[in-house]
């Protein structure tokens, strides 16, 4: 947390300034405004900004869920995998059933590839809203990087089958039925890869090696 008095970098349990002495925890009739720029600099894609406006909100409300899982959102678009870690499993610890705190914190593992442990934080996540899609795609991600191909495929075929439209999930099968040697799985995958985005090139170049075939 930096001093708003002289500038200089704290840790953020601080109370008081290392250097000036100055108080550092934000006054509550500042905690509104605080938000509002938070928010702001989050809608503006400035997740520095959003993470020093978050790391003295945590100060005047140290308690708050909302609040820690905003500061590691900030810390993960930062690529402060972590600190940004830390701040989501205290979250999941007071709210096991927070869907979007167990993704992120997969998000983090993922990044640091920590397979098994971003396998699980998916399973969480989805455990907790079976609906999350963005869970499903990260599981599907993480499970074919283990190399477990018949499970990461039941995974994003359930995703197609939840969100028909959602186009990615179609190029993971086609990658996967390839690489299985599913051939007319994989040219079906492509296919509506390229039906729903006749401009993606890769889906293209898959379809022809396949039709060489």
């Not at 006054?27 to 978050?54: K, T, Y």
């Not at 996540?125 to 991600?141: K, S, V």
């Not at 993606?200 to 379809?207: K, Q």
């Amino acid at each position: 947390m930096k001093c708003p008095q002289c500038g200089v970098e704290n840790p953020d349990a601080s109370r008081f300034c290392k250097d000036c002495g100055a108080q550092l925890k934000m006054p509550m009739s500042d905690v509104g405004a605080a938000f509002e720029r938070a928010f702001h600099a989050e809608m503006q894609g400035d997740p520095a900004a959003a993470l020093e406006e978050f790391k003295r909100l945590l100060q005047a409300k140290p308690r708050s869920v909302e609040v820690t899982y905003r500061l590691g959102r900030a810390r993960l678009a930062l690529g402060q995998l972590e600190n940004a870690a830390e701040c989501f499993r205290s979250v999941v610890e007071r709210q096991p059933k927070f869907a979007y705190a167990h993704l992120r914190l997969a998000d983090c593992y993922y990044d640091k590839c920590q397979m098994d442990l971003a396998i699980q934080s998916y399973r969480n996540a989805l455990a907790a809203n079976p609906q999350c899609l963005p869970a499903m795609l990260g599981l599907g991600r993480a499970l074919m990087h283990m190399a477990h191909m018949g499970e990461a495929i039941g995974v994003f075929k359930t995703a197609v089958e939840k969100s028909p439209d959602c186009t990615i999930a179609y190029y993971y099968l086609g990658l996967m039925y390839k690489g299985e040697r599913m051939l007319e799985e994989a040219i079906a995958a492509f296919e509506k890869v390229a039906e729903q985005n006749p401009n993606d090139a890769s889906s293209h170049y898959h379809l022809g090696t396949l039709f060489r075939r």
